[in-house]
């Protein structure tokens, strides 16, 4: 083999490497880089009509979302749950919404829901559903919750107290919510990143 052929094969080797790399990296940037910027850039609406970023939060853990409705039995009955979550993790690095994807459902009528229920006062309307869609949430009540950084950690039940349509438990066996938030918070990994939610469907935007 010549020197000139072995020079050719040797370019035309690193020529593909090159390729092959560069596909690599744009893939990456791709698939990769958006999803935390697309939830960083998320945007509800308070009940003033005025957009919020929910993901704009200085929360050192990360941000819960609970998605609401106001005519849902299952959501309703865990207003208890969702206040005590609500009043034990914020002071803890946690910022919490209740989010309602109805758009169907009137100001007043959040507004109502929100004092009879005695829900935290940070609400937000969803009703393009950009924060069902990244929240990948598909019934009320669920939560979905966001690491600082804006990913996604789990997506679920809030716990496991009901099995399904028309049956309960008297009380929960595993509070799920809870303990993805314990576990972030003493800097270990979710160990369960998604659970069944058994509420009221979510209408799909199409």
């Keep these: 083999m010549s020197l000139r052929n072995a020079s050719i094969k040797v370019y035309g080797s690193l020529l593909v490497i090159g390729l ?3 596909v690599g990296l744009f893939y990456l940037r791709r698939t990769s880089t958006p999803v935390v910027s697309t939830a960083l850039s998320a945007v509800g609406y308070d009940l003033e009509g005025k957009p919020v970023f929910p993901f704009a939060s200085k929360a050192r853990h990360g941000v819960v979302l609970i998605f609401s409705k106001v005519d849902c039995p299952n959501s309703n009955r865990y207003a208890p749950e969702i206040r005590r979550l609500h009043e034990e993790y914020t002071s803890r690095g946690f910022k919490f919404w209740v989010v309602y994807p109805d758009s169907e459902t009137t100001i007043p009528e959040l507004l109502k829901h929100q004092s009879e229920y005695q ?3 940070d609400v937000l309307r969803d009703p393009a559903h950009a924060l069902v869609r990244l929240s990948q949430v598909r019934v009320t009540p669920e939560a ?3 690491l600082a950084d804006g990913k996604l950690v789990y997506h679920g039940r809030i716990d496991n107290r009901h099995v399904d349509f028309g ?9 799920n919510l809870r303990q993805v938030l314990q576990q972030i918070e003493q800097g270990g990994k979710v160990t369960r990143s998604s ?3 058994v509420g009221c469907y979510i209408d799909r935007i199409q």
Excluded: D, N, Y
Aim: net charge neutral; glycine share 4%; proline share 10%.
């Design 195 to 197: 659970t069944t939610a």
């Design 119 to 121: 829900l935290p006062k």
């Design 144 to 146: 979905a919750v966001f």
């Design 167 to 175: 049956s309960t438990r008297p009380e929960a066996t595993e509070h």
């Design 20 to 22: 092959i790399v560069g």
